[in-house]
C-alpha cells in the first residue's frame, strides 16, 4: 500500500499551501520520511526529511520557506509551503528514506500568476 498524498493546489508566487501525507503504520513506523518533488522535465528529488526524532532536514532551495512536520501516533506527515516560487512547481510524493516502498500518486503544486 503506498502513501496517500493531498493538499496541492495552483497558487500564486508568494503563496502558502499546506500537503498532507497518510501512510500505513508499517510504512510510518521506524522510518525517516521525506517529501519528494518532480519539476517538469526533470527527476524526482528530496525536498525535505524528518526522522522519528523529529530531527529535519531540507534542502537548500526550500529552507525558510517550507517546513516538514509528523505524527507518529497518526502515521500523518505535512510539508508547510511558504512564500511559493515559480520555481516550486511540480509533483510532491511522500516516501519513507529507510525503507522505501510503492510512489505514490502525488499531488500537484503550481505556481504561477
Known amino acids: 500500500v503506498q502513501p496517500v498524498e493531498s493538499g496541492g493546489g495552483l497558487v500564486q508566487p508568494g503563496g502558502s499551501l499546506r500537503l498532507s501525507c497518510a501512510a500505513a503504520?508499517?510504512?510510518?513506523?521506524?522510518?525517516?520520511m521525506g517529501w519528494f518533488r518532480q519539476a517538469p522535465g526533470k527527476q524526482r528529488a528530496l525536498v525535505a526529511s524528518i526522522t522519528t526524532e523529529y530531527k529535519t532536514y531540507y534542502t537548500d532551495s526550500v529552507k525558510g520557506r517550507f517546513v516538514i512536520s509528523r505524527d507518529n501516533s497518526n502515521n500523518m506527515m505535512w510539508l508547510q509551503l511558504n512564500s511559493l516560487k515559480p520555481e516550486d512547481t511540480g509533483a510532491y510524493y511522500c516516501?519513507?528514506?529507510?525503507?522505501?516502498?510503492?510512489w505514490g500518486q502525488g499531488t500537484q503544486v503550481s505556481v504561477s500568476s
Open positions: 516516501n519513507g528514506l529507510d525503507r522505501i516502498y510503492t
Open positions: 503504520a508499517n510504512i510510518f513506523e521506524g522510518n525517516t
